[in-house]
């Protein structure tokens, strides 16, 4: 398989953009940010034309609530839109949770250091190689379901995540590689073993719980995106490394059954 790698200044950050998602919503959906700030501004795309919601939120700056009758616009919208009002440039848990029960994809506005991004299975994937970092859209997790999924046809259900997930300080409890490989038909292997294109070696590096993951793509190299310290790094890239490197540092292995 070919693959061109992007270079840091042009590498995505997200998945292709929505079609619902023109320049017009886009534009509309910005200034409703902006009048809204320092509030989150909410709204969806029908039959292409922006529409604003109202937040009932009694923390508006924090979170979104809607109305009965809202709920029922969402349900049958075509995208859902909202901003994080000096935030960051990444979906949190709950906007991850929504986002999986509606199906439809989400587009989150940073403001007012702008930032504008979107996610949702039903987006084409961005190529596995060259992508830009931003956690819960293009991270470790992100490239190995995109890797399952587009090159070995094995699906993977995305995992509602906070940056910094692992961290017993910050972090949930969320055994991500342990608990929902095992649900999706992988068994564990010694390291040594995960020699085979698709096999997925997990490191621990100095945490409790596995995590980051790689895979092999070839017998000499892995695919893996690596993390920074900020959860959102465009020059952090989805990248091949020598297997050589890296192997030894692995906690366990998983093969798909």
Known sequence: MMITQARPENAPTSP???AAWSDAVHEAAKAHTAEAYPNEAVGIVVGGEYQRLDNYSDEPAKDVVLDDAALLRVARADLFFHSHPDGVGCPSESDMTYQMQLGIPFVVMVWP???VFWWGDTLKPAPLLGRGFRHGVHDCYSLLRDYYATVRG????DQPRDWNWW??????????YRD????AGFQKIPVGEATEPGDGLMMQFNYRVPMHGMVVWDRDMLLHHPAGMRPVDPTRLSVLVPRSRFVRHASFALRHK
Do not use: M, N, S, V
Request: hydrophobic residues 35%; neutral net charge; proline residues 12%.
């Open 167 to 176: 961290d017993p300080r910050f972090g949930k409890g969320l055994d991500l």
């Open 113 to 115: 250091l702008y930032d």
């Open 180 to 183: 929902y490989f095992d649900k």
């Open 154 to 157: 094995t699906p993977l259900i």
């Open 16 to 18: 292709a953009r929505p």
